[in-house]
């Protein structure tokens, strides 16, 4: 339910700002390299891949907005302390690695240093779509569905083609497994955005 009502949310957001002379959407994917830092798990990047949709609204010949919205995959690896740190519920033959699938939604205020370099920032929302993991005992879940965060990173502009490079800092624990051990994600992004209008 809060998946689409965030996702009906940022559609009537776009929607509203379609006949807007300042706005410009299009198409963009990116290479992600996602880390989840906390006990059990393997502190090292991986590589993922997102695909999705993006506006972007300049209200001023400087400032402006930048919702998005991307379908995400990444691949954490289970730490061999795992069974250690989890002794009572985790599952001694799980999968090493983990494919997690996420809807995105980051909302970035932009600033135009000029027409070629733009710098984006701002919170970014994802909701856990589907994890194929078996870290635990009867099929329980071992990651929480929502995750918070935070989005910085510089836009390259060239006429309709965009490249950047973006970090992102989750503020969740995504770890429903215990409490008392805190799994973050971090993610480095690079990629490329196509103008369509």
């Given at each position: 339910?809060?998946?689409?009502?965030?996702?009906?949310?940022?559609?009537?957001?776009?929607?509203?700002?379609?006949?807007?002379?300042?706005?410009?959407?299009?198409i963009k994917a990116d290479l992600n390299m996602f880390k989840l830092d906390g006990a059990g798990i393997k502190s090292n990047y991986t590589l993922g891949g997102r695909l999705g949709v993006y506006a972007e609204y300049d209200f001023s010949k400087r400032w402006g907005l930048q919702p998005e919205l991307l379908f995400s995959q990444v691949a954490p690896k289970r730490g061999d302390?795992?069974?250690?740190?989890?002794?009572?519920?985790?599952?001694?033959?799980?999968?090493?690695?983990?494919?997690?699938?996420?809807?995105?939604?980051?909302?970035?205020?932009?600033?135009?240093?000029?027409?070629?370099?733009?710098?984006?920032?701002?919170?970014?929302?994802?909701?856990?779509?589907?994890?194929?993991?078996?870290?635990?005992?009867?099929?329980?879940?071992?990651?929480?569905?929502?995750?918070?965060?935070?989005?910085?990173?510089?836009?390259?502009?060239?006429?309709?083609?965009?490249?950047?490079?973006?970090?992102?800092?989750g503020l969740t624990n995504v770890n429903d497994i215990d409490d008392r051990y805190q799994w973050k994600t971090r993610q480095v992004q690079i990629g490329l955005g196509v103008n369509i209008k």
């Open positions: 339910m809060k998946k689409r009502s965030l996702s009906v949310l940022l559609l009537v957001c776009l929607a509203a700002a379609a006949s807007a002379q300042g706005l410009h959407y299009g302390d795992f069974g250690a740190k989890y002794i009572s519920t985790g599952n001694d033959n799980a999968n090493k690695s983990i494919k997690l699938s996420y809807i995105t939604l980051p909302l970035l205020l932009r600033y135009n240093v000029n027409k070629l370099i733009t710098i984006n920032a701002g919170p970014q929302y994802s909701y856990l779509l589907y994890a194929n993991e078996n870290l635990l005992t009867y099929n329980r879940n071992a990651f929480k569905r929502s995750d918070v965060g935070v989005a910085a990173g510089a836009t390259l502009n060239f006429d309709i083609l965009h490249v950047y490079a973006r970090y992102v800092l």
